[in-house]
């Protein structure tokens, strides 16, 4: 059984750094592609980042570029996520995502684990 | 960015109708558009992938439809866990970018 368990998560002051944690289980996870996800209250889901199998490629939309850094160390089957310079819009749930893709490139979150909250306030 | 345009915002049904939710697309993408299900405190689920390929494990009630900039996810006879928020995500081109969800409601 596929499973995603993020960790991390907790109330930071504006500007200061946080890490957060995916540990998975279940499948190969050196043969995924991974990505963050994040959901503020009550609103809609965001991409956050996606990395490649081996760690060698990186995405981010330009809301985090620059400032998040996605990270897996598949020995250990976990990937990571680098958080400076928070912002109160940072605010949010992070879920860690599984991407698949049966079509050339086009991917899909097909697991998602149940999310770990940022809280960015001072 | 491609925008993705959901409607309506809410849907108000009883159990056992069949209904229709949108997802229209600022631009051309082909088939690159996937369903989601979001219940109530919980992360979203997969539901169609490719806009009508179905997902194991879901159920079959669930279907959907279209391509380039007009997409439908159709409810066959909604049930009562069908209840909660539906968000369309397009992979077509990087940033990936989700719709605002269509919240289902029980009427």
């Known amino acids: 059984e596929v499973q995603l368990v993020e960790s991390g998560g907790g109330l930071v002051q504006p500007g200061r750094s946080l890490k957060l944690s995916c540990a998975a289980s279940g499948f190969t996870f050196s043969n995924y592609y991974m990505a963050w996800v994040r959901q503020a209250p009550k609103k809609g889901l965001e991409w956050v980042a996606t990395i490649s199998t081996s760690g060698s490629r990186t995405y981010y939309p330009d809301s985090v570029k620059g400032r998040f850094t996605i990270s897996r160390d598949n020995a250990k089957s976990s990937l990571y996520l680098q958080m400076n310079s928070l912002k109160s819009e940072d605010t949010a749930t992070y879920y860690c995502?599984?991407?698949?893709?049966?079509?050339?490139?086009?991917?899909?979150?097909?697991?998602w684990g149940p999310g770990t909250m940022v809280t960015v306030s001072s | 960015d491609i925008v993705l345009t959901q409607s309506p915002a809410t849907l108000s049904v009883t159990p056992g109708e069949s209904v229709s939710l949108s997802c229209r697309a600022s631009?051309?993408?082909?088939?690159?558009i996937h369903w989601y299900q979001q219940k109530s405190n919980e992360s979203p689920r997969l539901l169609i992938k490719?806009?009508?390929q179905s997902i194991s494990g879901i159920p079959s009630r669930f279907s959907g439809s279209g391509s380039g900039t007009d997409f439908t996810l159709s409810i066959n006879r909604v049930e009562s866990e069908d209840f909660s928020v539906y968000y369309c995500?397009?992979?077509?081109?990087?940033?990936?970018?989700f719709g605002a969800g269509t919240k289902l409601e029980l009427k």
């Open positions: 995502a599984r991407l698949r893709s049966t079509i050339a490139a086009v991917w899909y979150f097909d697991f």
């Open positions: 631009q051309g993408i082909s088939t690159s």
């Open positions: 490719y806009a009508s």
């Open positions: 995500q397009q992979s077509y081109s990087l940033p990936y970018t």
